[in-house]
């Protein structure tokens, strides 16, 4: 059972690291696309994994205490599209667009380059991406053996087909179709951990999950799954800090 007192110290988490990363959406910071072993085509693992990599490397520690959560609403469209194309063309399926359209394929590649095992999810939503990951790392440090969490969201831009049933999903919510490039990805992540983790160190306040209904706002820039938020808090984050700094996010 959660205590008044554990609910109200829990209402924050610390930001261990902050990273993200953009490719092709025509930002001045845009990158290349990094060599991933095993990963061809798509940005979506890539960029997954360039995230993720900053802020474990920026931040190194106990891979047995570490959890993962990964959100996409989407997943890897130019994977899917890409298989899809192969099969109704008639071509040979290649076994590496199946296993890498799944998002869970990139947390496999990342476990066993940071010797990471503790649990990893990857989840699907139409509310905002930042509210519900930090929900999920909230609750996994409820756990006594998890001492921090890595949140990441990584969007694609897709084609007409992505476009047509985002429209279809979001059909109540008001949200805008994203503007992104079909070829374009962004990424961003975040390792948090307990509020009392870092001394000093910057924090993220939010509003236990529960608390506040959400109304899935995807952000002024429209992105797929509500990801500029998460986007915006971690280049926040990521940039150099010389005091304590607290960023409150809430639902709206």
Same mark, same amino acid.
């Given at each position: 059972?959660?205590?008044?007192?554990?609910?109200?110290?829990?209402?924050?988490?610390?930001?261990?690291?902050?990273? @993200? $990363?953009?490719?092709?959406? *025509?930002?001045?910071?845009?990158? &290349? #696309?990094?060599? !991933?072993? %095993?990963?061809?085509?798509? =940005?979506?693992?890539?960029?997954?994994?360039?995230?993720?990599?900053?802020?474990? @490397? $920026?931040?190194?520690?106990? *891979?047995?205490?570490?959890?993962? &959560? #990964?959100?996409? !609403?989407? %997943?890897?469209?130019?994977? =899917?599209?890409?298989?899809?194309?192969?099969?109704?063309?008639?071509?040979?399926?290649?076994?590496?667009?199946?296993?890498?359209?799944?998002?869970?394929?990139? #947390?496999?590649?990342?476990?066993?380059?940071?010797?990471?095992?503790?649990?990893?999810?990857?989840?699907?939503?139409?509310?905002?991406?930042?509210?519900?990951?930090?929900?999920?790392?909230?609750?996994?440090?409820?756990?006594?053996?998890?001492?921090?969490?890595?949140?990441?969201?990584?969007?694609?831009?897709?084609?007409?087909?992505?476009?047509?049933?985002?429209?279809?999903?979001?059909?109540?919510?008001?949200?805008?179709?994203?503007?992104?490039?079909?070829?374009?990805?962004?990424?961003?992540?975040?390792?948090?951990?307990?509020?009392?983790?870092?001394?000093?160190?910057?924090?993220?306040?939010?509003?236990?999950?529960?608390?506040?209904?959400?109304?899935?706002?995807?952000?002024?820039?429209?992105?797929?799954?509500?990801?500029?938020?998460?986007?915006?808090?971690?280049?926040?984050?990521?940039?150099?800090?010389?005091?304590?700094?607290?960023?409150?996010?809430?639902?709206?």
């Amino acid at each position: 059972m959660t205590t008044t007192h554990e609910t109200a110290r829990r209402s924050s988490l610390s930001v261990l690291a902050a990273a @993200t $990363a953009t490719h092709n959406t *025509g930002r001045d910071d845009d990158i &290349a #696309l990094p060599k !991933l072993p %095993g990963f061809v085509e798509s =940005a979506f693992s890539p960029l997954a994994y360039e995230v993720s990599s900053r802020c474990l @490397t $920026a931040h190194p520690g106990d *891979g047995d205490r570490t959890a993962v &959560a #990964l959100a996409s !609403l989407t %997943g890897d469209t130019t994977t =899917a599209d890409l298989a899809s194309r192969r099969m109704v063309s008639g071509r040979v399926h290649n076994p590496l667009l199946f296993m890498q359209a799944t998002a869970n394929s990139v #947390l496999g590649h990342m476990s066993r380059e940071f010797g990471i095992t503790g649990q990893m999810f990857s989840i699907s939503t139409l509310d905002d991406t930042l509210s519900e990951l930090l929900a999920m790392a909230d609750l996994l440090l409820e756990d006594p053996e998890v001492d921090r969490v890595l949140v990441l969201a990584v969007e694609l831009g897709g084609g007409e087909r992505v476009a047509a049933m985002h429209r279809e999903l979001a059909a109540d919510s008001g949200r805008p179709v994203p503007a992104l490039p079909e070829s374009a990805g962004l990424a961003a992540a975040m390792l948090l951990g307990r509020p009392d983790d870092t001394a000093p160190g910057t924090q993220v306040s939010f509003r236990p999950a529960g608390s506040t209904p959400s109304t899935g706002s995807a952000g002024p820039a429209g992105q797929l799954g509500g990801i500029h938020s998460l986007f915006e808090l971690a280049t926040a984050h990521a940039e150099p800090r010389t005091e304590t700094e607290t960023h409150t996010h809430a639902h709206q």
